[in-house]
């Protein structure tokens, strides 16, 4: 009995041998896999059968079984790997990969023509020693006009069209000044050389000169025995290193509530560009920014003692910058995200 048991192992194995080696493909190897290791498989039942072997030639039968399943999984693993293989290297020769075809290319962004002139004025300020300071674009009435020393219905409110919310007294920064109370603030009392970017917005009908958000980049410096020489040095500076070493600076007199005496600064414009007549209407001479010293009572809403500290503040606008510097005609381009316009930066 138990060597007829024995022996029908063998048989099995002899069986399933030839059987595999007639498998063509990973399929059929697989429905051999099943046929004989499958849940219902030949060697399972063959191994299920253990118990019906008499007791002393069942460990030699168990032996015997065992020896039987490593040689045919060895037997099927190696015969699966050959055959995928095999599939491998006839899919390699009937489809030849063309490595001779051009890579798809990603495309490639590029930073907003706003965003390059501001990450430039920021490079010259650092140079001239200022931090970039952020601060909030929806505002109380009272940072964007009460601190900057514009009581309510002072009529220089209406040199702001403002963004008004639903909630009473809060606004849409009309400009990026509000910020110089906020760094007064958390300096507390300590000299300050920074520069306030960031958006602002006015309620305007929009045109090819005006949109309702833009640019600002505010400059605030405070310090004991700073003067007004040091904010026409500061700006030349800057004009020099944005618009070329040549420029020349005019300052007119102007007027703002929150600085005294308050001046606007203009540079002369290149006399070979062919955009100068239509730029400068004709003068030579083009406005880039706003400035003055910072109005006493505007130090005391930020925690500074006007007798003690001075300081001068000035606010310029980076898109028309920009708009001076390309020639660009239309300030609406800007947030249209036409890629034409978009892509000449
Ligand atoms: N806040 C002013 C404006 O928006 C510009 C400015 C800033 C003027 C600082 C003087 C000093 O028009």
Redesign the pocket.
Known sequence: MADTATDELKTLEVQAMEELKACADEATLRAWNTKYFGDKGLIKAALGKLGTIAKDQRAAYGQEANRVKVALTAAYDTALAEAKETALQASLTANPLDVSLPGRGRPRGRLHPATQILRQIYTIFADLGFQVYRTREVETDELNFEF?NMPAHHPARD??DTFFTTTPGVVLR????PG?IHVMREAAGKPIRVILPGM?YRNEAISTRSEIQFY?V???VIGEGVTMADLKGTITAFARRMFGPERQVRIRS?Y?P??EP??EVDIDWPADDPNRDRLTKGTGWLEI????M?HPNVLRAGGYDPDKVTG?????GPQRMLMLKHAIDDIRLFWQNDLRFLRQF
């Open positions: 900057l040199m702001w009309t400009h990026t000044s110089q602002c600002q505010e400059g605030l102007s703002f929150f600085t308050s001046i920014l706003g400035a003055g910072v001068f503040a000035f606010g310029m």
